[in-house]
């Protein structure tokens, strides 16, 4: 496995916001997470990012056991994310964004990886610009491009189609696909069915900070636990 968290807790004060959470990615494949608001889904991507420190559990990303390591150490080791709600330099300019994180590599190469992925997402018009202009979904898509350009072996997507132009989602979708033939592996957190039904083999569902159902789309669909989690009681 690429990477095996177990058994993971996070609490929030009296609030348990992941209890006893399992997930495991293999290389090459997509796993989609998905789950009602609040069940844990961000939190989950957190603690295996290293942004928050675990209460409980440990994280092994290829067969190292990272369990407590700094976001950048974490990242350095090939395991890159995207946000919720985009993190970037909004004062830079949206190429800037893509150069910060390849800033100990070769300039040539940098500046030509950079400029692949602005003309994937159609953001080359803009590359000048502060990446404070962009629309939403535009920032959605450079956050990506920016994770991207560390070259990663798994990418942590948390919602990364929400806000972005349904014409740009077929491409993105077409791109996570292209990616993942090369090998690289993907979580990917959304609320669009359509696009976890296009590109996910496994479908893990998270209710309450844990896991309630995995499987394919068709089986979580059906499965009782599911359908309470979204429907209520
Ligand atoms: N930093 C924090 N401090 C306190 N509570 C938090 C924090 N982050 C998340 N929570 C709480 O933990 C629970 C899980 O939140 P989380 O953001 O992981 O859910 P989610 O599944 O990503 O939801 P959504 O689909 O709305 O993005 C929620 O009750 C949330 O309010
Ligand atoms: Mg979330």
């Given at each position: 496995m690429l990477l095996e968290a177990r058994d993971l807790v996070k609490r929030f004060g009296g609030l348990t916001a992941v209890s006893g959470m399992d997930l495991a990615v293999a290389p090459g494949t997509i796993v989609g997470l998905i789950g009602p608001n609040g069940s844990g889904k961000t939190t989950l991507f957190n603690l295996v990012s290293g942004l928050y420190r675990l209460d409980g559990g440990t994280v092994l990303f290829k067969g190292q056991d990272v369990t407590g390591l700094s976001p950048h150490r974490i990242a350095r080791l090939g395991l890159g994310r995207t946000f919720q709600i985009p993190a970037l330099?909004?004062?830079?300019t949206v190429e800037e964004n893509l150069w910060v994180p390849a800033i100990d590599e070769p300039w040539q190469a940098v500046r030509r990886r950079a400029a692949e992925w602005l003309d994937l997402f159609r953001l080359t018009p803009l590359r000048a610009e502060p990446a404070e202009v962009l629309s939403g979904g535009q920032q959605k898509l450079l956050e990506l491009a920016r994770a991207l350009m560390r070259d990663p072996d798994l990418l942590l997507l948390d919602e990364c189609t929400a806000g972005v132009q349904p014409a740009m989602v077929a491409e993105l979708l077409e791109a996570i696909r292209r990616l993942r033939d090369r090998g690289k592996a993907f979580v990917i957190i959304e609320h669009n069915m359509e696009v976890i039904q296009d590109l996910c083999e496994q479908i893990v569902v998270m209710h309450e900070g844990r896991a309630i159902a995995r499987g394919d789309l068709a089986a979580v669909k059906q499965d009782a636990a599911v359908v309470e989690a979204y429907l209520g009681r």
């Open positions: 330099f909004r004062k830079m």
